[in-house]
């Protein structure tokens, strides 16, 4: 690969061969694209604060009834209509508009992308961190003001469907509204667009999902360019998660009076891994999501929809069961979270280094094999241990925002069903509503079931990181050839040293 830097008007606007069908081809697209917004409805209903998670009907199979599932999982009256409000979807837009505009006046650092194949390179605007530090602190000056009622929080909960639904949308929309864009890119283009290297295959479907150009950017007027893929890949998704999981607090804090340690490891667990992400911005640019991939369906969901919904599922769960760890348990927590940040991070770390200054004494020392192409492979220090060492920090660090759950599984008892006076509220009947007096949460016979949602995101991480894993290893196979087998020889472990 070359090392100068194309100038924009001379970009070559190299189109890449396509090179196959990923997950599972067309028929996989069309699974993941209409499986995975019913499966995260599934996790909404049928884990909630009406009867349950898992709900009770699903604990009795064999009585299983649609009308008592339906009123166990709190349906929407209206049926399908009520799943979106105008109220709901008005709110994440403004959301949205908010992240533009912060995106848009705040200061920020200006960085490079790595070379494209036309030789050119994109230029990033990074102030996520100022952005989204600015936004937390009117959330928290809102919450001292007004305490866990703040309407921030409760509007989150008492919508959450609907904001899910907003969300899904968005993502049907921003994936459909790339994809028909795509076909303006022209070979030779000044703004160097190109079209990503498994995104053209000619099946309409399998495109529109996977991403048909590597880098969309959109002008909008009075707001100027933004680059759609890096600015869904940190916000509004990875910041809503963190939201979601303080209106959780906030909801345990409204329902029961305290807050435990459970749900505040979780909460500031995730906090810290998605603000050190924002602190770290610049380094997605050289991740597979940006170099590789294009921007389609699956990012467009994955970032919008499933990182801030399935993600924070662990808060939303003890949000209703207020699990207590206490010392011991919080010790053992806090003890899996260290070390997989401290792998995950060290090992970045020392990746990013490397890339930016091979001459910083705190890399320079490692060893390295030189590749055809002009490219530096690491052999020594973490990158020595395993080809993808950060994976294995990623996922122990998944174990400690489950772990928090315990063995979950709840049932709501009802002891009275009417309100006894004015000041009390009666449950309404949706997935939010306010409690019967008298409702009491217990395990029951739900304990151990709910550990199928709970414990969900540590089972699909893992999946994830190993398809990753063997995504990026097609990669190199095809950008290094012979070198990369060299390389392979080197550092014979994929992601954990001496076993994989």
């Not at 209509?81 to 949205?96: C, M, N, R």
Request: glycine letters at 10%; one cysteine or more; a neutral charge.
């Amino acid at each position: 690969m070359s090392k100068g830097k194309a100038s924009a008007g001379k970009a070559v606007g190299k189109i890449d061969e396509p090179h196959g069908y990923e997950f599972g081809g067309p028929l996989g697209a069309f699974g993941i694209s209409f499986g995975l917004p019913v499966l995260c409805y599934a996790f909404t209903f049928l884990c909630n604060d009406i009867s349950g998670c898992p709900v009770p009907t699903i604990l009795h199979p064999s009585n299983l009834a649609l009308n008592k599932l339906k009123s166990d999982a709190g349906w929407p009256s209206e049926g399908f209509l009520g799943l979106a409000s105008v109220k709901a979807t008005g709110a994440v837009l403004a959301y949205y508009l908010l992240s533009m505009i912060l995106y848009r006046v705040l200061p920020g650092e200006n960085v490079e992308g790595v070379q494209l194949s036309s030789g050119g390179k994109l230029k990033y605007k990074m102030n996520t961190f100022y952005s989204s530090t600015l936004t937390f602190a009117i959330l928290i000056a809102g919450t001292l003001a007004q305490g866990a009622e703040f309407p921030v929080w409760t509007f989150i909960w008492d919508n959450y469907v609907q904001i899910l639904t907003a969300n899904i949308i968005i993502s049907y929309a921003l994936a459909t509204f790339v994809y028909a864009r795509s076909f303006s890119v022209k070979a030779g283009n000044a703004a160097n667009r190109e079209l990503a290297a498994g995104g053209h295959s000619g099946n309409m479907l399998y495109d529109w999902f996977i991403g048909r150009e590597l880098n969309p950017r959109v002008t909008i007027p009075l707001l100027g360019e933004f680059d759609i893929k890096s600015f869904c890949e940190l916000r509004p998704g990875l910041f809503g998660w963190v939201v979601m999981d303080f209106a959780f607090v906030a909801h345990q804090y409204n329902t029961h009076g305290f807050v435990t340690d459970s749900i505040v490891l979780i909460a500031a667990f995730q906090f810290l891994y998605v603000f050190d992400s924002f602190w770290m911005e610049s380094a997605i640019l050289t991740t597979m999501d940006i170099t590789t991939d294009g921007f389609g369906f699956m990012l467009a969901f994955g970032d919008l929809v499933w990182v801030p919904f399935v993600y924070s599922l662990q808060a939303r769960y003890l949000a209703v069961y207020p699990l207590t760890l206490g010392i011991y348990g919080t010790a053992g927590v806090l003890g899996v979270l260290g070390l997989g940040y401290y792998i995950f991070r060290s090992s970045n770390n020392e990746k990013n280094r490397f890339r930016t200054n091979p001459e910083d004494p705190r890399v320079k020392h490692l060893k390295y094999m030189e590749t055809a192409s002009g490219s530096k492979l690491l052999i020594s220090g973490w990158w020595g241990t395993a080809r993808h060492i950060n994976y294995l920090g990623d996922w122990i660090m998944a174990w400690s925002y489950c772990l928090p759950t315990g063995i979950a599984g709840y049932l709501m008892q009802h002891t009275s069903p009417a309100p006894a006076s004015s000041e009390q509220s009666s449950t309404d009947g949706s997935f939010v509503g306010g409690r019967p007096v008298g409702t009491a949460v217990v395990q029951g016979e739900a304990r151990g079931y709910g550990m199928l949602i709970t414990y969900f995101y540590v089972l699909y991480f893992g999946i994830l990181l190993v398809h990753r894993e063997l995504r990026d290893e097609e990669k190199c196979v095809r950008k290094y050839g012979k070198d990369w087998e060299a390389y392979r020889k080197k550092v014979p472990y994929r992601i954990i040293p001496g076993i994989y």
